[in-house]
Nanobody, 132 residues
Framework: VQLQASGGGLVQPGGSLRLSCAAS????????MYWVRQAPGQEVEWVSA????????YYGDSVKGRFTASRDNAKNTLYLEMDNLKPSDTALYYC??????????????????????????WGQGTQVTVSS
């Protein structure tokens, strides 16, 4: 399994970025996929979860209404569109794979408590810095 996140960078507050996660080594379309992030000195924070078909996504409270997760199963790629970015969004963003095929391993109301170690695979992360 390989997950390669990209698209991070330096952006001013209020700006936008689009992250991508290229997946390989598994049947991408049969797994829920997630974005999580970790700011310096902070615990990992769950950002989003997207179901296998991409028709449903769930978000952490801190990003709800500003971030949109999506996926293209034909391209084996997960995306995160981030709008109205804030300095508090500064973090290393990881894409991660659900350990369970076809259905999420967790109830949606427990997702805010997810940590990187709960996933069986995650990428190297891409840095997002929001600063003027």
């Amino acid at each position: 399994v390989q997950l390669q996140a990209s698209g991070g960078g330096l952006v001013q507050p209020g700006g936008s970025l689009r992250l991508s996660c290229a997946a390989s080594g598994f049947t991408f379309g049969t797994y829920w996929m997630y974005w999580v992030r970790q700011a310096p000195g902070q615990e990992v924070e769950w950002v989003s979860a997207t179901n296998t078909g991409g028709g449903r996504s769930y978000y952490g409270d801190s990003v709800k209404g500003r971030f949109t997760a999506s996926r293209d199963n034909a391209k084996n790629t997960l995306y995160l569109e981030m709008d109205n970015l804030k300095p508090s969004d500064t973090a290393l963003y990881y894409c991660a794979k659900d350990p369970r095929a076809y259905a999420s391993n967790w109830a949606t109301d427990s997702m805010p408590r997810l940590r990187l170690r709960d996933f069986d695979s995650w990428g190297q992360g891409t840095q997002v810095t929001v600063s003027s």
